[in-house]
């Protein structure tokens, strides 16, 4: 049905950059919002960033002023741009998309789709 796939994880040293993406794919019709979401261990799932169709975007506090998420609407994509990466920055980051896609009886259904999970590790 429909499928959120990252990448870009890794290990970076303090104060590096990291880019994260996430491509969804599927009987897609629309999606209206597409974020990304961290846990670290031992911590709740926490938003990150949000960006809605027409470009609003909603940053989390920890992360203004180094996060940037952009979309490709065309692509179905979703990027997270990580500068000046903190220790604290380490956890699963995990892609979120508020999807309409296309039931196989052919009628449109809302889905609340997630990624697998990619690994960020910020060393000190």
């Known amino acids: 049905q429909v499928q959120l796939v990252e990448s870009g994880g890794g290990l970076v040293q303090a104060g590096g950059s990291l880019r994260l993406s996430c491509t969804a794919s599927?009987?897609?019709?629309?999606?209206?919002?597409m974020g990304w979401y961290r846990q670290a261990p031992g911590k709740q799932r926490e938003l990150v960033a949000t960006?809605?169709?027409?470009?609003?975007?909603n940053i989390a506090d920890s992360a203004k002023g180094r996060f940037t998420i952009s979309r490709d609407n065309a692509k179905n994509t979703v990027h997270l741009q990580m500068n000046n990466l903190k220790p604290e920055d380490t956890a699963v980051y995990y892609c979120?998309?508020?999807?309409?896609?296309?039931?196989?009886?052919?009628?449109?259904?809302?889905?609340?789709?997630w990624g697998q999970g990619t690994q960020v590790t910020v060393s000190s």
């Open positions: 599927g009987t897609i019709f629309s999606i209206n919002a």
């Open positions: 979120n998309a508020d999807v309409l896609y296309y039931r196989s009886s052919g009628r449109p259904s809302g889905l609340d789709a």
């Open positions: 960006i809605f169709r027409a470009g609003d975007t």
